[in-house]
């Protein structure tokens, strides 16, 4: 397995809460990716770092956001939780060479009541 | 918008049967394509990578690729159940290695 974890790997909040995912590797890759996936959705997007303090926007980013202080962390927030973003979440890392493709972490299995 | 489009299934096949997974992609520009296998409940494992026309096979799998179709297959030989899984098919959409992915093919092999 690719040194990914993520952390926590499920929760429970409320409505209005503040939640922060973490994404922690030990493989020293450049890029890392926080998707979202849910029934008839896929994976999806959300943001994605290309280096520290390096991020960008996703196909699904609004009421999220991103930071990467070091290379092996890249944290999601979500400001205000909502239950549309009830969902599992993953993180991947990708070493840039096109062939290596993304390898995704174990997922956070998050709920918004 | 760029799309990955494949069927949802399930797809059923007996024990020892060849499965086909089709995926089609509206970016004619895309360069890579990829599988991915995941099981219920975890998280999408990187299985095979093709970038040429043609056919690429890896053990019991073969990829296969018609960019003039925008058609992406995979083929799963001597299917087992332990093949039971959904199959993702992702393209490379550009800068940063940015994947966009199909909703994913369900596929079941039955005893």
């Known amino acids: 397995d690719a040194g990914i974890t993520q952390s926590p790997r499920h929760k429970v909040t409320e409505t209005g809460t503040p939640v922060t995912l973490r994404c922690h590797q030990t493989e020293n890759h450049r890029y890392m990716y926080w998707y979202r996936q849910d029934p008839g959705h896929g994976l999806r997007l959300i943001h994605y770092s290309y280096g520290v303090k390096d991020t960008d926007k996703g196909e699904v980013s609004d009421g999220y956001s991103v930071s990467r202080s070091k290379t092996e962390d890249f944290l999601l927030t979500l400001e205000s939780a909502t239950s549309s973003q009830t969902s599992v979440y993953f993180c991947?890392?990708?070493?840039?060479?096109?062939?290596?493709?993304?390898?995704f972490g174990p997922g956070t299995r998050l709920t918004v009541l | 918008q760029k799309e990955v489009e494949q069927n949802s299934g399930p797809l059923s096949v007996p024990e020892g049967a060849i499965a086909s997974l089709n995926c089609t992609y509206s970016d004619r520009g895309s360069q890579s394509f990829f599988w991915y296998r995941q099981y219920s409940g975890k998280s999408p494992e990187l299985i095979m990578f093709i970038y040429s026309n043609g056919d690429k096979e890896d053990g019991r799998f073969t990829a296969q690729l018609n960019k003039a179709s925008q058609y992406v297959s995979l083929l799963i030989r001597d299917s087992q159940p332990s093949d039971s899984a959904t199959y993702l098919c992702a393209v490379n959409t550009g800068g940063g290695n940015k994947l966009t992915f199909g909703t994913g093919t369900q596929l079941k092999v039955e005893l």
């Open positions: 991947a890392i990708s070493p840039g060479q096109t062939e290596r493709g993304q390898y």
